[in-house]
């Protein structure tokens, strides 16, 4: 029988840098998936985030178990992400506010939801994220022949 305050185990292809991050920030597979929960339930009741999202997710409940195991693998390095973002959001009609605002949202969340140290390990990796699909998104615009532009 589990302790009632044992943190919850994770399934990690790192198994001692996941329990380090964890013992260092306070986050956890609960943690994370309060997060996320929170997080698109503010971005579906954004004006400026809501209608893209209502445009192309019919059922959330995959794409938060997808959005878990996501930030799980950022956060935490367990490993267990393999899709391929960059093309996903490569074509949705979106510019550098939406990141902006997807940023403010999120970093708004961490901090409600997560430890002070966690909320700032998840916005640093919410923020490189941000940042590489934002320009991956103006890339495939610019066409394939374009020179990438350097931050």
Not at 59 to 78: E, K, Q, Y
Request: proline share 7%; with cysteine.
């Amino acid at each position: 029988m589990t302790s009632p305050n044992a943190k919850p185990h994770i399934a990690s292809a790192r198994p001692e840098m996941t329990a380090s991050i964890m013992a260092e920030t306070g986050l956890d597979e609960r943690v994370l998936r309060a997060l996320v929960e929170r997080f698109y339930d503010k971005v579906r009741r954004d004006a400026v985030l809501g209608p893209i999202f209502k445009a192309r997710i019919s059922d959330w409940a995959p794409h938060l178990d997808r959005m878990v195991v996501f930030w799980s693998s950022v956060a935490l390095m367990t490993g267990g992400y393999h899709g391929k973002p960059v093309p996903a959001h490569a074509r949705l009609p979106v510019e550098r506010a939406h990141f902006e605002r997807w940023l403010a949202l999120f970093r708004e969340t961490a901090g409600e939801t997560c430890t002070p140290a966690g909320a700032e390990h998840v916005i640093e990796r919410a923020e490189r994220i941000a940042r590489s699909l934002n320009i991956a998104v103006e890339q495939a615009r610019a066409g394939p022949d374009a020179v990438p532009k350097l931050c």
